[in-house]
């Protein structure tokens, strides 16, 4: 079992930057592909970032690229999403999942393949 804790979430206007962290604990010795996901009130969950468990490879939803940086450092255990240029339309709910990836290169934008879940921490944007 793998625990996800999300933090670094917040109220900024329009343009400005957060720095969203997913910190991993429990069995934190197998290797997880991590992504973010988010959800807005009246709207389903959407894929936001992903990152291999190597963080060789990372692969974004079109709306936040260029914007937006997902990072790794597995000696911490803590997975980061680096939001730049926020829009009013970033407003939601963020969420960590992760998922056990035999490949150090493997990862996957769909929700239902992710195992392990976050709570989940709120992005407000104002205009």
């Known amino acids: 079992q793998v625990q996800l804790v999300e933090s670094g979430g917040g109220l900024v206007q329009a343009g400005g930057s957060l720095r969203l962290s997913c910190a991993a604990s429990?069995?934190?010795?197998?290797?997880?592909?991590v992504a973010w996901f988010r959800q807005a009130p009246g709207k389903e969950r959407e894929f936001v970032a992903a990152?291999?468990?190597?963080?060789?490879?990372?692969d974004y939803a079109d709306s936040v690229k260029g914007r937006f940086t997902i990072s790794r450092d597995n000696a911490k255990n803590t997975v980061y999403l680096q939001m730049n240029s926020l829009k009013p339309e970033d407003t939601a709910a963020y969420y960590c999942?992760?998922?056990?990836?035999?490949?150090?290169?493997?990862?996957?934008?769909?929700?239902?393949?992710?195992?392990?879940w976050g709570q989940g921490t709120q992005v407000t944007v104002s205009s």
């Open positions: 999942a992760a998922r056990y990836a035999a490949s150090p290169y493997y990862l996957i934008s769909q929700s239902y393949s992710y195992d392990y």
């Open positions: 990152v291999s468990w190597s963080g060789g490879s990372t």
């Open positions: 429990g069995r934190t010795s197998r290797s997880y592909a």
